[in-house]
Structures are given as structure tokens and as C-alpha cells.
């Protein structure tokens, strides 16, 4: 129980930046998590912040992992398996990042890009 606590501390800490914003808005407006790798924050900040979250991610086995983590969570949290891009009703190829587990790109090789 404490490993739990503390990740809830964490979580205050992390998010502080957007906790006034949250706690302020409307309870029908939602929360977006870009690039959710496994779902654990989309979670954390619909049980925090009382908001649906829509929870974006684009590599099909993390995907998998968020299906797996929201699965008994008893949250509101909806997963939305599409990369999120400036460009409206266009398709992207979405390549998984090089030596960066989880991680993905529109790059086909992120090695130059992220050095």
C-alpha cells in the first residue's frame, strides 16, 4: 500500500502544473493523454481529477497494454488507438522507436533524430 501512496504523490507532483486547470474546468469537458504507452496516467488522472480521459496511442502492443490495464481499473478511460498529428483525416506512417522501448515516431529511423 505504500508503493501506492507514494505513486499517487508522485502524481500530485507531477501534474501540479495542470491541477488548477483540471479542478476548474467544467466536469463534461474531458482530459486528453497523448502518447499513453500503457494507460497508468490516463487512469491515475481519471481517478484524481474525476474526468473521462481519452487515452491516444498508436503502437499496436502498447495498445494491447492499455486494453490490459483498463481492463479491471473500473475507470473511465477510453482508448483510442490512432497517433495524433497537425494533420486532419490523414493517414501517417508510425514507426516504433529505436533503442527507446515503448516509444514510437513518425520517423523511420529515430536514431538521427533523437542523438
Known amino acids: 500500500m505504500n508503493g501506492v501512496k507514494t505513486y499517487v504523490k508522485s502524481l500530485e507532483v507531477s501534474y501540479g502544473l495542470i491541477s488548477d486547470y483540471i479542478k476548474n474546468i467544467s466536469k463534461n469537458q474531458v482530459i486528453l493523454e ?5 494507460a497508468n496516467d490516463a487512469i491515475l488522472l481519471n481517478k484524481y481529477y474525476n474526468r473521462r480521459v481519452y487515452a491516444f496511442e498508436a503502437l499496436p502492443k502498447n495498445v494491447k497494454k492499455c486494453y490490459e490495464s483498463i481492463k479491471n481499473s473500473n475507470s473511465d478511460v477510453v482508448i483510442i488507438d490512432k497517433a495524433v498529428t497537425e494533420k486532419h483525416n490523414s493517414q501517417i506512417t508510425f514507426y516504433e522507436a529505436i533503442g527507446y522501448e515503448g516509444s514510437g515516431s513518425i520517423y523511420a529511423s529515430t536514431k538521427n533524430v533523437l542523438e
Not at 497523448?34 to 500503457?38: M, V
Open 34 to 38: 497523448i502518447g499513453s504507452l500503457n
